[in-house]
Every structure is written in structure tokens, then in C-alpha cells.
């Protein structure tokens, strides 16, 4: 499908900077969305999720931006510390659809020292 | 609480050869979901089901893949034969009604990394 959004599949980001980062996701029908963590060897952790009638919410220390326009949703994560190293992905369920969650490409965030 | 509970860890086998996954839901949880992750990729759904019924295995090649949920409760996916392809991370996940909860998601295991050789 289009993609908009800018997709980085590594992003490094030093020890207590913010990290932000993106997904362009693939279905304008699409009502709901989540951002999952994975660690190496570990199954995807739920980290924050969104509904498509809201365009931001913010959890601890991470926020959720929804641009339903683009078709974009970002992650960010404030003061970014070394357990914050895995991969990201954010994933859509269609409306009306009955559980599926669709996947996107993972990013996978390197935290410095 | 336990969480999603999947065994084996990892399993290596030839190709043409039988491998069967388990699964173990979070309790009560009514919706059991099995995804595939290849490497590198996001999870891709193969087969829901509600309680012991398969809803949504349009995802599933059924040639070679079958999968089971006797009782609502445990259950197994089974690849006969197995194909180089197949390589890859099977994940199990559990909701306790069809779809996501809100704040919550869906709970995955920690999946069986399979490789066929």
C-alpha cells in the first residue's frame, strides 16, 4: 500500500534523548492501533495503544501521535534509556474487522551509553 | 498471572519432516491467535479462533498447516510436511474476547523459533 511516513528501519539515539518513531500504516478504514516492543527472543509487549477518534495520548514516558490524513502514527519515547533497545512496530486493526492486527516494518532502536 | 505459555522454545528439523506447536492461553482468555514472524518482519496472522472454533484461518496454507484448539483452551499448530520456508517464529497470542483490549492488547508468548534445514 502508500506509504507516507518516513521509515527508518535502525534509529540510534543516545542515553536520554527523546526517540521518535514512525510507521505509516496501510488502511484508511483502520480504528484502532498499538505500538508493541519486542525484545530479542521475546514475543511483541504491548507498549501504548490509540483509537483512530484520537489523534494523541501519552502514556509513561511514551506518546502516541495519530495522523489520520497521512495515514501516520508515531512513537516517542522521552529520556530514551538502554532497556529501551529492541524493536518497534506498530500495528492497525481494520474496522469492522474482528481481531485481526496487521503488522507494519519494525524499527529497531539502538540506545548509546 | 501466567502469560502465554509456548513450547518448545526451538525446535531444528529437516524439511519433509513433522513439527506441532503448542500453545497455552492466558486463562479465560476466549480468543487464541497463532502469527508467523519471519525474520526481519512483523507477525502475520495465520488463524484465530473463538473458543474452539477456527473463525479466520483464510491466512493458514492449509496444504501442509493445521492447527487445533480442543476444548477451547490449549492448542497445537502443525506443519506436515515441513519446507525451508517454514523457517520461522511462531507466535501464540491470547484476548480475552475477538479483538485487541483496549490498554491492552493482545498478550503474545514468547513463540517457537523453528528451523528447517
Known amino acids: 500500500g502508500e506509504s507516507v511516513g518516513l521509515h527508518l528501519p535502525t534509529l540510534s539515539v543516545q542515553e536520554g534523548d527523546n526517540s521518535i518513531i514512525n510507521c505509516a500504516y496501510s488502511?484508511?478504514?483502520?480504528?484502532?492501533f498499538i505500538w508493541y516492543k519486542q525484545e530479542s527472543g521475546k514475543g511483541p509487549q504491548f507498549i501504548i495503544d490509540?483509537?483512530?477518534?484520537?489523534d494523541k495520548r501519552q502514556g509513561q514516558r511514551v506518546t502516541v501521535l495519530l495522523n489520520k490524513t497521512v495515514k501516520h502514527l508515531s512513537l516517542q519515547i522521552a529520556a530514551t534509556q538502554p532497556g529501551d533497545s529492541a524493536v518497534y512496530f506498530c500495528a492497525e486493526k481494520v474496522s469492522g474487522n474482528t481481531g485481526k492486527l496487521i503488522f507494519g516494518q519494525g524499527t529497531t532502536l539502538q540506545v548509546k551509553p | 498471572e501466567a502469560g502465554v505459555v509456548q513450547s518448545p522454545r526451538y525446535k531444528i528439523i529437516e524439511k519433509k519432516q513433522p513439527v506441532a506447536f503448542w500453545c497455552n492461553p492466558i486463562s479465560g482468555h476466549n480468543t487464541l491467535y497463532w502469527y508467523r514472524q519471519n525474520l526481519g518482519q512483523g507477525p502475520e496472522l495465520l488463524i484465530r479462533y473463538e473458543n474452539e472454533e477456527a473463525v479466520d484461518d483464510s491466512q493458514l496454507p492449509k496444504d501442509r498447516f493445521s492447527a487445533e484448539r480442543l476444548k477451547g483452551v490449549d492448542s497445537t499448530l502443525k506443519i506436515q510436511p515441513a519446507e525451508l520456508g517454514d523457517s520461522a517464529v511462531y507466535l501464540c497470542?491470547?484476548?480475552?474476547?475477538?479483538?485487541?483490549?483496549?490498554?491492552?492488547?493482545?498478550?503474545f508468548g514468547s513463540g517457537t523459533r523453528l528451523t528447517v534445514v
Open positions: 490509540i483509537r483512530s477518534n484520537m
Open positions: 488502511n484508511s478504514a483502520s480504528d484502532y
Open positions: 497470542a491470547s484476548s480475552p474476547r475477538t479483538g485487541p483490549s483496549p490498554g491492552y492488547g493482545y498478550t
